[in-house]
């Protein structure tokens, strides 16, 4: 159960910014006890890997926080976050951590199949956050994209942290997520309905 917790989180977390859990899963492995990756993904340790991971961040980083650039952003990041997500889970199933110290086959089967499941879990965040965003530069013209990136950016460390040393703290996460999307999707139908109004006229 922690490491599906484990792999589930670090798979969210990549929908928010697809290097930050890698880069922690890769950093953790190499220089502390804290994560031992399983065989097969012990690439994400390597040190050249590191650094373009790294390089990547911070491009996205910078990227996601200009008002109409992070839009092209996420429309790139279509394609890379939930491969990044589908990595994430795919590394993070087997690999032994703090809070994991036995990590079990979960899915024993091909190994396509942890990575498709964190390709659909990157993607519903990622999805979700690029729906956000042109509404809170639309609510705020512009003044809420650093804001909302830095937020998101934060929330993918800890969401990340959480997932590799304590994994139950995933669900409190998972609990929130949800409620934002709904939160969300409640503000968009009012917006609609508000539009539809105006437009029918009196």
Do not use: C, Y
């Amino acid at each position: 159960m922690l490491e599906v917790l484990t792999a589930s989180g670090l798979a969210l977390a990549a929908g928010l910014n697809a290097w930050i859990p890698l880069i922690l899963l890769g950093a953790l492995d190499r220089w502390t006890d804290l994560v031992d990756l399983p065989s097969g993904w012990e690439w994400l340790s390597n040190e050249w890997v590191l650094l373009i991971l790294f390089v990547l961040l911070v491009v996205e980083v910078v990227a996601d926080k200009i008002p109409g650039l992070d839009s092209v952003n996420d429309a790139i990041q279509t394609f890379v976050r939930p491969t990044a997500g589908g990595l994430a889970f795919g590394s993070g199933i087997g690999a032994t951590t703090v809070a994991v110290q036995d990590p079990e086959a979960f899915f024993s089967s091909p190994d396509w199949i942890p990575v498709a499941v964190g390709v659909v879990l990157a993607l519903g965040v990622h999805v979700a956050k690029a729906a956000a965003r042109p509404v809170v530069n639309a609510s705020t013209a512009g003044v809420g994209a650093p804001i909302a990136s830095s937020i998101e950016d934060v929330g993918s460390v800890s969401l990340s942290i959480a997932a590799l040393l304590a994994p139950l703290l995933v669900i409190i996460a998972l609990v929130i997520m949800i409620a934002l999307l709904v939160v969300l999707a409640r503000r968009r139908r009012d917006r609609r309905r508000r539009r539809d109004a105006a437009a029918s006229g009196p």
